[in-house]
């Protein structure tokens, strides 16, 4: 195959739909037999009954700040057996809880510890890479880290599944890289585009030439098309792709251009912000995940970021369904009067009104002087019904605020669930 990865990239999109929803009862199985802590979240859940998106919808959403709280707890819990990873692991190495099998273990801030299995190409990057235009054959510099974080070895696993060159050059040292690029005659670049935009300054103030480098898959940073045209004057076509130290691969760029396509390997839901709620195709919402990596088989894994499903397929001929890309935080959590409200709250005053469609909490005034709005869509605004919300609000929140209802349509589609617009002059 010279356009694609793989067959799957083109398989029938109802066929796919169809393999995943097979494939899920078994890795929620997994989860519940292998790992702890999912053990614990999945108590009660028929595996077998999970076979569906309705289904799936139905269980608890993870987020990243519970992952850290429960590798927190276990850490410091010395009764336990020792386990770095919370539970969330089903591979370790000698002395842990569970089997070993894991090549390489990683520190994320927090810090939160994440495992490297022994699969070829465990983070599924090489897909990325390929519609990148990497081959067999290349050389790659990779600028990712190789300290601490996975970035440089997910990278590096993908690159070398494709039967790529890798030269490890980590990230700093502006000048000895951009020697080894010359030197070496690279042929493309895995990194940060930040990083890759300095290289190519630096290159053009000391007249140093780089005909090689005409590739990069960027992630780990925004990539707004103003760079990206940027560094195709340069000589560099470079693509980005969406990937998480826990996740993988999630999505990646195509030639296309038409935002990000989704990896074969993850089930993607975006849902209201601070639920677990799907939205419709089209509405922004939070990126929830649901790997099929056995080793590390995170269930429904919120992870924080805005995102939409595009529709249509991908002009490419790839058939998974696409989305738009980084649009942003989920967790819009904002201090009022000395309290915190979070999205989850204002998700719940919704959940009372079933009447409500989209609704946003705008915080206003001064600080120290705040004033709460919720502004709700609602096909009709029958009488008493702003007085009602507004009690939920003072019920959830314990704070007063006011209500103002719209017509639905007016909130803009952005997924944002509580806007701060107060004054910090």
């Not at 519970?66 to 927190?72: A, D, Y």
């Not at 369904?321 to 919704?350: N, Y």
Request: some cysteine.
């Amino acid at each position: 195959m010279t356009e694609f990865f793989d067959a799957l990239e083109t398989r029938d999109p109802a066929r796919r739909e169809q393999a995943l929803m097979a494939a899920l009862p078994a890795q929620v199985a997994q989860a519940q037999r292998s790992s702890p802590a999912f053990a614990e979240i999945l108590r009660g859940v028929d595996a077998a009954a999970v076979t569906g998106r309705g289904a799936l919808a139905a269980l608890p959403v993870t987020r990243k700040h519970e992952l850290l709280e429960r590798q927190q707890a276990a850490r410091a819990d010395r009764r336990a057996p020792r386990d770095p990873f919370g539970g969330f692991s089903a591979i370790g190495w000698q002395g842990l809880v569970r089997a070993q099998g894991a090549r390489r273990v990683f520190q994320s801030p927090g810090p939160i510890y994440e495992p490297e299995g022994l699969a070829p190409d465990y983070w599924r990057v090489a897909r990325a890479l390929f519609a990148t235009g990497f081959r067999a054959g290349h050389l790659v510099h990779n600028s990712f880290s190789y300290h601490l974080t996975p970035a440089g070895s997910m990278m590096e696993t993908g690159l070398h599944a494709l039967g790529c060159t890798v030269f490890p050059g980590g990230i700093g040292n502006t000048e000895l890289q951009l020697q080894a690029l010359a030197e070496l005659g690279s042929h493309g670049y895995v990194g940060t585009p930040s990083f890759l935009k300095i290289l190519l300054d630096k290159a053009a103030e000391t007249g140093v030439t780089l005909p090689s480098l005409t590739r990069a898959l960027v992630s780990g940073e925004a990539f707004p098309p103003s760079l990206r045209d940027l560094l195709r004057t340069r000589g560099v076509d470079a693509y980005q792709c969406y990937a998480t130290a826990d996740l993988g691969l999630i999505a990646y760029e195509t030639a296309a251009r038409e935002g990000l396509v989704l990896d074969e390997g993850v089930i993607v839901e975006i849902v209201r912000p601070g639920t677990g709620d799907p939205v419709g195709d089209g509405e922004v919402g939070e990126l929830v995940v649901t790997t099929l990596n056995p080793d590390y088989p995170l269930i429904r894994f919120g992870t924080g970021d805005l995102s939409a499903v595009l529709p249509g397929h991908c002009p490419t001929g790839r058939t998974a369904p696409r989305i738009k890309g980084w649009m942003g935080r989920a967790d819009q959590t904002t201090k009022v009067r000395g309290m915190f409200v979070h999205p989850s709250q204002v998700a719940e005053v919704v959940r009372r009104h079933p009447e409500l469609g989209r609704a946003r909490l705008v915080v206003s005034g001064e600080m120290a002087n705040d004033r709460m709005t919720l502004k709700a869509e609602a096909p009709t605004a029958a009488e008493g019904l702003a007085a009602r919300i507004a009690e939920s609000l003072r019920d959830v929140t314990k704070m007063r605020g006011e209500v103002e209802l719209l017509a639905p349509g007016t909130l803009p589609n952005d997924g944002k669930v509580i806007e701060d617009a107060r004054r910090y002059e």
